[in-house]
């Protein structure tokens, strides 16, 4: 994969170098997205900024607003649509020096039914989504650099299924404006690359504040809780495996692992994502579904049908649900520094079907507390099975810096 | 001014009768607005819908996406823009049977610099800001009812200023989504109508909360409290009267009215209001900053270029002075029933060059509480002076029967 801060370190010889880097990336692109098709449209070429960012291609998931780029929304209804403004977060990633590499293929407003995009590890099978060609993009190795969104888990469990890290910052960490939106109260632009190292090093830049490129954590005391998310149903051997794996090297590196009991709360929480994302999505869609419902693919109409259903009292409890969640987990952040959990069931759906689950990512996108993943191991099938890291709300720099410890320990899976 | 229960009471009757009440407000636009200048663009017709509002002919603020009508933000650089999607709100109008009379007037971009639009009770004085064309359409009699938002003050000053009824309800009452944003955290959709009983046979019939619709309140017995808000400055005398005289018919109805102390916590949160605003508003408007700066308005283009200096640690620490305002806010709720508040320093200005002052409203809109006003009396210069009523977050229905008992008492200054 390309890593972010190395690029950023050559490019900062100069322009010619900066755009060397993007012309690499640009070719590494074309070379391999015939077969990934991690890509809904590109400029005809990357000219590098100025910046810490210059020199990094960044991919922009397609449900972004850009004014140089249609957004499509992975749907016939937005064909060619052409936005007037860029939104805040690709004039922070200009103003940073980046340069905008492409929009990243999305699936249909960010909900279930999947994008073109192809799993770069087995093409065959799922990238997961909704952020598809921002994690197969990434994890192809094209651009070091891609922007997400996660309503569920549509950050984490491509990542995870494509090896590549990621963080779902804090709730409204970085700016949702001009990003289309599904459920306001959920959704969260986060950032995918090579490693930790890299998010970090990019969220800071992107957002002004340096705490974000964190040192790794150290481990030795370190208190960590497992949730394996009881509430959420049954996880994949490899999966557990994989949460396994991690807690026995951060054992082995001194940090104290608990057990967390999943509180009464939290389980409610998790239940409670439902009609607060149905209530919302509903209103979000209303224009699409009143007046382009032919046109919207079977899932999400299917959905969106359903969705109709919730009232405004469902909501209201919906909502109260989620602020005793938020109550409970900060009694869950003063037994642990972090939580390690599932990122995803286990590997990737082994079709373009589907674009796997999100149940494990719900609850933490619904707490607004920030997660990360990181590139952790192999499943049985050969593809790439990881874990995610969930800290306190506003803490990004912290799950960062533990983060950044525990890939030290993992090394790479390359 | 056109009252919006007694229109679809009509309207009721039948597709002709809606038909008839559109109808009157088209011809009431085109015979008032040549003066008035509410209006910044307007359908060649208006086709009644089915459900509660329908015959009602809603303005829509220029800031709100539609899909059959162009966007202007109140700016050259969205001249002649059109979204692809209505947003919610519009969805919302339309499901519920109204029909978008036009869009109204708005400040560039819901900030300071006046808009066109003038005010209907003196055509040299200032309708107020920003939602200036919703509050003078209303307030002239060619329409029932429209939508505002409010950000600092850009609901309830303006209908204060024109003598209309309005309601910012509480934070994310109403969607946002499709509406340009100024600062995300503070963004609230409202609506101005005639009278409260109006507003809440509105609110309820676009969210679907019947409860919304509420009977006035029985005001023996309910606690009052009078906030002058001193944190603020100082307010006119014309505003010192109208919260006297509103307080001494409450009192007279056997409400009891209680002097309140703002606790400090309250006056950090108003000043909070300020950094929290400028932080997001600098990455709300960064691209028309970066690309469009020589086309915005003077006061926007300084005011931008000041808030640039606004760090994460400022808005991080403004956050925190929020919350703890909010708390301040709970404790004030179990004193009183309902706050009453002057809705703005006095009389609208005797200019068109200014929109008025939004400090008496700026501490609420950051709490999220929702606030209402109702037509009261005139000024020593003629013009109407009003007051507010704030209630406790998410208590809309409480606020309205309240803004409904309250008006039963003073009539009309029709």
């Known amino acids: 994969m390309l890593r972010a801060r190395e690029i950023a370190r050559r490019a900062a010889v100069g322009q010619d170098a900066a755009a060397a880097e993007l012309k690499r990336s640009a070719e590494l692109i074309s070379a391999k997205d015939g077969d ?68 990243t293929q999305t699936t249909a407003f960010a909900f279930l039914d999947p994008a073109p995009t192809r799993n770069p590890h087995e093409l065959d099978a799922s990238p997961g989504g909704s952020s598809a060609g921002s994690a197969a993009a990434v994890a192809a190795g094209m651009i070091p650099l891609a922007l997400g969104t996660q309503t569920g888990g549509s950050v984490i469990r491509p990542a995870a299924y494509c090896g590549v890290a990621a963080i779902k910052p804090s709730y409204a960490l970085l700016p949702t404006v001009g990003v289309k939106p599904f459920s306001w109260s959920l959704d969260t632009v986060g950032l995918m690359a090579a490693s930790a190292d890299d998010l970090g090093f990019a969220l800071a830049a992107l957002t002004g504040r340096s705490d974000l490129d964190a040192s790794p954590a150290e481990l030795k005391g370190l208190r960590i809780g497992i949730s394996r998310q009881d509430f959420a149903g049954a996880s994949d051997p490899a999966s557990d495996a994989a949460l396994k794996r991690v807690a026995d090297l951060a054992a082995s590196a001194g940090a104290k692992l608990v057990d967390l009991a999943s509180p009464a709360a939290l389980a409610e929480a998790f239940q409670a994502h439902g009609p607060l994302q149905d209530f919302e999505a509903v209103q979000a869609l209303a224009w699409e579904y009143a007046e382009h419902r032919a046109s919207l693919p079977p899932k999400l109409r299917a959905y969106l049908e359903s969705a109709r259903a919730t009232t405004p009292r469902q909501y209201d409890e919906a909502r109260r649900l989620s602020r005793r969640g938020r109550d409970a987990c900060r009694d869950v952040f003063a037994e642990v520094d972090v939580v390690i959990s599932h990122a995803a069931p286990g590997e990737a759906p082994a079709t373009l079907a589907s674009t796997g689950d999100s149940k494990f990512n719900r609850l933490w996108t619904l707490l607004g507390t920030p997660c990360a993943t990181i590139p952790l191991m192999r499943g049985p099938r050969g593809l790439p099975v990881s874990f995610q890291i969930i800290g306190r709300f506003g803490h990004d720099d912290h799950v960062i810096a533990v983060a950044k410890a525990l890939e030290k320990l993992v090394g790479s899976i390359g």
């Open 36 to 103: 990934v098709r991690a890509f809904a449209s590109r400029p005809a070429m990357l000219a590098p900024g100025t910046g810490p960012l210059a020199g990094i291609a960044c991919g922009v998931k397609d449900i972004i607003d850009t004014a140089g780029l249609p957004t499509g929304m992975g749907s016939p209804i937005y064909d060619g649509w052409q936005p007037r403004a860029d939104a805040p977060i690709v004039m922070a990633l200009k103003a940073a020096g980046a340069t905008v590499a492409g929009k």
